[in-house]
Antibody
Framework: QVQLQQWGAGLLKPSETLSLTCVVS????????WTWIRQPPGKGLEWIGE???????KSNPSLKSRVNISVDTSKNQVSLKLSSVTAADTAVYYC??????????????WGQGTLVTVSS | DIQMTQSPSSLSASVGDRVTITCRAS??????LNWYQQKPGKAPKLLIF???SLPSGIPSRFSGSGSGTDFTLNISSLQPEHFATYFC?????????FGQGTKLEIK
């Protein structure tokens, strides 16, 4: 049973870089893609990007120039960096397992979420 | 990007009711449609994938249907634990996008 535990700084100032890490346990790190999704307070969900154990992946074009997703296979960890943050980046950030059931991609399971607030 | 539109945005219902939530895609996505349930302060949980398939452990009172651009989530005989927010999500093409959510509240 895959489990994800995430952590990172919860309060940032505008222009700083958001940095979050997600550690995977209980499953094969190389078997899945790992994805980041965010949710502004009281709002909907936005897919940020994904990566596999080889470091191959893609990100949302709306954030692409500011997003860096990386993996450390020695630690079964996935990291998210988002540069030049503004108040609009205030959200709960989730890491999630991106896996295929047949040809259908699903996000399951998810980490517990980390609230990141950007405020001066 | 593929836009996902859910209706209604909120819904009041009673325990025992049957409810239907609708999700419409801005272009055809086949059956590449997932539904998630989210409770306050918690991460979303996968409810239905491939428009109508239930993951292991999800009770059969949840059902999904549709293909192309129009999809529905049905919950038969609402229980107290079903009052939550429900999101649809397309996995047809990245960037993968979600509906804005439907908040199901107790009447």
């Amino acid at each position: 049973q895959v489990q994800l535990q995430q952590w990172g700084a919860g309060l940032l100032k505008p222009s700083e870089t958001l940095s979050l890490t997600c550690v995977v346990s209980g499953g094969s790190f190389s078997a899945y893609y790992w994805t980041w999704i965010r949710q502004p307070p009281g709002k909907g969900l936005e897919w940020i990007g994904e990566i596999n154990h080889r470091g191959s992946g893609k990100s949302n074009p709306s954030l692409k120039s500011r997003v860096n997703i990386s993996v450390d296979t020695s630690k079964n960890q996935v990291s998210l960096k988002l540069s030049s943050v503004t108040a609009a980046d205030t959200a709960v950030y989730y890491c999630a397992t991106a896996q295929f059931s047949g040809s259908y991609l699903v996000f399951d399971p998810w980490g517990q979420g980390t609230l990141v607030t950007v405020s001066s | 990007d593929i836009q996902m539109t859910q209706s209604p945005s909120s819904l009041s219902a009673s325990v025992g009711d049957r409810v239907t939530i609708t999700c419409r895609a801005s272009q055809s996505i086949g059956s590449y449609l997932n539904w998630y349930q989210q409770k306050p302060g918690k991460a979303p949980k996968l409810l239905i994938f491939a428009a109508s398939s239930l993951p292991s452990g999800i009770p059969s009172r949840f059902s999904g249907s549709g293909s192309g651009t129009d999809f529905t989530l049905n919950i038969s005989s609402l229980q107290p634990e079903h009052f939550a927010t429900y999101f649809c999500q397309q996995s047809f093409r990245s960037p993968y996008t979600f509906g804005q959510g439907t908040k199901l509240e107790i009447k």
